[in-house]
């Protein structure tokens, strides 16, 4: 089996959330934050054939990376990271040394409050973020984004206008932290929130996280979530 290379890309966001992964069997897969204030749900073109543990996801894709033209054939205790000359034999991890949990099932119906974010947006939010080393990313259902540190009052502050929804119900005050934002795949996505604090990132390219807000920071119709 080759893997694509949207799905190593898609691998490579994995270990960037978490070092560790359990994936398979199947098309979906989804890992989460030590933290578990980041969830995220990728659906591949690739059907594993059975659930796959890696302790080091990131050292798992240098061994793909380093042997040009790989292939991997996935068995019950290693995968065989091959090319016409090499291979390289990748044990699995225990599942019990991974620090995951199980797959679950959220209903995005229960999602609100949602608004546009385009690629271009994202990137240009994260980079004025670095500038100024900003620790939130609020959305404010007056139609603006702003990255800031709202635990400090003279930071300088950067704004971006997107249109507010018309049929908006709530008042919101909804903030993330940059950290968390930053580790998300640069693309468009459809943001949404709900009452409980509960970001979602619905992707264009079949790629879903769930990131929960700043709850210190944040606010629907002027109370504290």
């Known amino acids: 089996m080759k893997l694509s290379t949207r799905t190593i890309n898609i691998l490579s966001n994995f270990a960037l959330i978490n070092q560790s992964a359990i994936l398979g069997p199947g098309k979906s897969i989804q890992t989460n934050s030590p933290a578990k204030d980041i969830r995220v749900y990728a659906t591949i073109v690739e059907d594993l054939p ?34 016409a000359a090499s291979s ?12 995951t949990v199980e797959p679950k099932t959220l209903n995005n119906a229960n999602f609100s409050i949602s608004l546009d974010l385009s690629a271009e947006n994202l990137k240009k939010l994260l980079k004025m973020a670095s500038i100024l080393s900003s620790v939130h990313v609020l959305f404010d259902s007056k139609g603006t984004i702003t990255v800031t540190d709202l635990g400090n009052s003279s930071i300088n502050v950067f704004s ?13 005050k909804l903030a993330i932290t940059v950290e968390n934002l930053a580790k998300i795949l640069l693309q468009s996505y459809k943001v949404s929130f709900d009452a409980r604090g509960l970001c979602s990132l619905l992707g ?3 790629v879903t996280y769930y990131i929960g807000v700043d709850k210190n920071f944040s606010t629907i119709d002027g109370k504290k979530i």
Do not use: H, W
């Not at 659930?51 to 080091?56: L, N, Q, V």
């Open 204 to 206: 264009e390219n079949m």
């Open 50 to 83: 059975l659930e796959i543990c890696i302790y080091d996801l990131k050292n798992f894709l240098s061994v793909m990376k380093s042997i040009e033209e790989s292939s991997v054939e996935f068995g019950k205790t290693e995968a065989i990271i091959s090319d």
């Open 88 to 99: 390289c034999q990748y044990r699995y991890a225990s599942k019990l040394v991974i620090r």
């Open 160 to 172: 971006l206008d997107f249109p507010a929804a018309q049929d908006q119900k709530f008042a919101y």
